[in-house]
């Protein structure tokens, strides 16, 4: 089917002005927040409700055309590139908080809303949603479930996966499914576990119901500073094993803590070789006792240098730096390559030398910033992309860390999505029965293959080659958003 | 021990080429739950599968906050394996006798007390080793806490009753022991008492456990014992002796409530769902979001009262414990997911030989 034929089929029930497909229309849809990756869709569709949702994905699954649904579009492995010959299904129009249950402590909301505006609108109750990625001013929670965002909270709150109740589902064959239930479970297999971080490859969800906990009375950050590595992956450690699950734990090494002082002026030690942001929120007492005990915890462990954040201004002063981390890469190199691997934490020391013995053999340059609590580690790649031949041996360097974290353990990606980006990783990470147990679960919802294919889960044919997250200075889609 | 998968599977191989009915049973603590169907090892219409040989721990770092251990591992082992370093599965498993296994804990999906508060199996489940249908090693999720590499299968194993494969290695999130727990005793009424745990459950207070019985409300607080000291002091009530005693008889299905014989209907509901009247007593735990219903009998009518009302709270019934019925154990699902469940099934375990029966009558 050709754009002139589909669009026409599309405005026989919904506005012209929700039809694009003029290419200076489509452009702004050709890329997600990977914006190596660019593909202008065939037709865009912005429908408003779920009944035509439900109409678009019969008239595609009838002409056989190809659907890549689509939120903000901040996802960071190109989980919503378009097909050329596809259409580009936009739900950013479903935008509607539909219930705030303060008593149930839940919010029923369209997928097109932003996750702060979740917590925005539940704040009034004293009550937020806690998954809390980096984008949240911007991505909205039909791309958090497609994706299983996470955010520095996810140690103590978890993912997404952990704080939905319910969707509404439209299936490739016009089904409207509802998994999940108001209850804590639903009867039959967990579809509501394969749904989330899917990348919108078994259903487009057109309702979310999401849990809302109380938001703690107070929180602090104890900020310390370690002469080496391995200290600080120890002290992360000591913390864990004194009982400690921190709301927050964050490090990074000195490349980046220097990048960032230069312009952000947290107040970070620079003499450091890694610093170590730990955070307690709860009650007041609760939180004055456990920021003694980490404090404790930080000094035996080795810290050259410990300050508590003695207010919310300083607080977030302290938390400012980090959040600055990927936008410092941009500053002090022309291009950054970001990757995203998840490790056991006890191998972080070995991981990072590793890192730095490639780093002098490729003569690359690498930042590491890393989710401490959880073992998420993002090792940012600093290249020119204008030097012949760099980009490719950034490439390898990323391919050859992702090797790394698969041999210790990990995960080729801990929250940013394999995409069209890590594709080529599965084939590193997963035997070929595995990945043809992920194409049947896709089969079982999606027989006939129209769901963003070619994302997610590689051919047992294409199994080759490597990938990984670029942003090129000035041409990030969005460079105003902070990541980390 | 890999001669060990290697004979399960086997068995499952064997079992799909003769589409052989494979009964997957650990510890045999669950033997109630789900469609029962008699075990038959002798006549060679079925085989019985026993993992129970394949235990132990694999690995187990307290400071990862991740444990791996295999599925005939005991519940009871592992849980003092983790206690000596002051952790705990935080969902609070029943075990429903001494040979609960902890591959059968996952495969059941069953939660305890903290679950309100702490989340249920799925959520503590990282990584799964398992068999398929076809007796295939397969090895999905991990042993790290965040991981978007593939579908979630792993999670979806839990709670699927052995219908889709046999776990061979299950890693979970492992959580420390609170510091300090407290149980209250508070005198109410149903409704208040409904409507007092969602009140709390909205507030920044460390309740890990509520249950509701008799015109009793109990309410367990966990955690650093300045956080519980307030907490006491806000909602008030008096202290339980013997707490610990108390929600194991809870969760084990050891109080009073438990022991009359009767038909057990579990219903997972909307928390805020006002008391359900219902031929029978009830026993209310979650919250509000969990009302376990002793019924007065296994008829129709019981069901059809039992469904409905879960229908309109939104939620679903389980009849948990009975006498042989012929009732629908679990809620039927709706044409489209049952249409994806039947599809799963089909791609997980293609000869339909896995716990068939167990989950819906009809696969």
Known sequence: MNAFKLAAQLRAFLPSEAVLHEIEDVRPYECDGLSAYRQLPMVVALPQTEEEVVEIVRVCHAADVPIVARGAGTGLSGGALPLSEGLLLSLAKLKRILEIDPVARTARVQPGVRNLAISEAAAPYGLYYAPDPSSQIACTIGGNVAENSGGVHCLKYGLTVHNILRLRVVTVEGDILEIGSDGLDAPGYDLLALMSGSEGMLGIVTEVTVKLIPRPEKAQVVLAAFGDIRAAGNAVANVIAAGIIPAGMEMMDQITTRAVEEFIHAGYNLEAAAILLCESDGGAEEVAGEVRRINEIMTKSGAIDIRISRDEVERLRFWAGRKAAFPAAGRISPDYYCMDGTIPRKNLASILSGIEALSAKYGLRCMNVFHAGDGNLHPLILYDANRPGELELTEEFGARILQMCIEAGGTITGEHGVGVEKINQMCAQFKPRELEIFHAVKAAFDPSGLLNPGKAVPTLRRCAEHGAMHVHQGKEKFPELPRF | ?363
């Open chain 2, 1 to 363: 021990m890999q001669y060990l998968t290697d004979q399960l599977s086997v068995k499952i191989r064997d079992a799909a080429r003769e589409r052989k009915p494979v009964r997957i049973r650990g510890g045999g603590t669950k033997d109630f739950y789900g469609h029962v169907t008699p075990l038959d090892n002798h006549s060679g219409l079925s085989v019985v599968l026993d993992p129970t040989a394949y235990t132990g721990v694999v690995d187990y770092e307290p400071t990862e906050l991740v444990v791996t251990a295999r599925c005939g591992t005991r519940l009871t082992e592992l849980e003092a394996e983790l206690s000596k370093h002051r952790q705990m599965l935080a969902f609070e498993p029943p075990h429903f006798g001494p040979g609960a296994t902890i591959g059968g804990c996952v495969a059941a999906g069953l939660s305890g007390p903290r679950r309100a508060s702490a989340g249920a199996v799925r959520d503590f489940v990282l990584g799964v080793r398992m068999l398929d249908g076809k007796g295939d090693d397969l090895s999905f999720g991990g042993r790290v806490m965040k991981n978007v590499a593939g579908y979630d299968v792993a999670r979806l194993m839990a709670g699927s009753l052995g219908t889709l494969g046999l776990l061979l290695e299950i890693s979970l999130k492992v959580l420390p022991l609170p510091a300090m727990e407290l149980t209250l005793r508070i005198p109410q009424n149903e409704a208040e008492a409904i409507r007092r745990m969602n009140l709390w459950a909205g507030k920044p207070l460390p309740v890990s456990a509520t249950c509701f019985y008799g015109g009793e409300l109990m309410l367990r607080l966990s955690g650093a014992e300045p956080a519980v000291r307030a907490a006491h002091a806000i909602i008030g009530g008096e202290e339980l002796s013997g707490a610990a005693e108390f929600w194991s008889s809870v969760r084990e299905q050891q109080h009073a409530f438990f022991l009359t014989g009767k038909p057990l209907w579990r219903l997972s509901v909307k928390s805020t769902t006002p008391p359900l009247s219902l031929p029978g007593t009830q026993l209310i735990e979650w919250g509000g979001a969990l009302r376990w219903l002793a019924a007065d009998d296994e008829g129709e009518a019981t069901q059809v009262a039992v469904r409905n009302a879960t229908n309109s709270a939104g939620g679903h019934a389980t009849l948990f414990r009975h006498a042989g019925s012929s009732l629908a154990v679990f809620h039927p699902l709706a044409p489209g997911l049952m249409k994806i469940t039947r599809r799963l099934k089909e791609k997980f375990d293609p000869d339909g030989i896995l716990n068939p029966g167990r989950m819906y009558p009809e696969f």
